[in-house]
C-alpha cells in the first residue's frame, strides 16, 4: 500500500470510526494535531480510533502512553507507524 493510500484510508477510517458527521476524509489535513486545538478529538475518541486502526491495518500499540500520544499526533505520524509496523522498522 503507497503512503498516499495508507493516509487516504486513515482519514476515511478516522471520520467513520468517530462518526464525524461535520467532517470528510477531505477536510482533515494530513500534519493537523487529531487532538487538542487541531481537529479537537478527546480521550474516548483516542480509545475509539486505536481499535479502528488496528482493525484496518492489522498494527498494535503499546501500552506506553507517551509513545502513542506522538503517533496519534497527526494523520502524518499514524501512516509513519502503520509503515513502520508493516515494514518491521522501529515503532
Do not use: C, H, W
Amino acid at each position: 500500500m503507497t503512503r498516499e493510500k495508507i493516509e487516504s484510508k486513515l482519514k476515511d477510517v478516522i471520520v467513520s470510526a468517530l462518526d464525524l458527521e461535520d467532517l470528510t476524509a477531505a477536510d482533515i489535513g494530513t500534519d493537523v494535531p487529531l487532538f487538542g486545538e487541531g481537529l479537537g478529538l478527546d480521550s474516548i475518541d483516542a480509545l475509539e480510533l486505536g481499535m479502528a486502526v488496528k482493525k484496518a491495518f492489522g498494527v498494535t500499540f503499546a501500552s506506553d502512553p507517551a509513545a502513542n500520544r506522538k503517533i496519534f499526533y497527526s494523520v502524518k505520524t499514524l501512516a509513519d507507524f502503520v509503515e513502520q509496523q508493516k515494514t518491521g522498522g522501529p515503532a
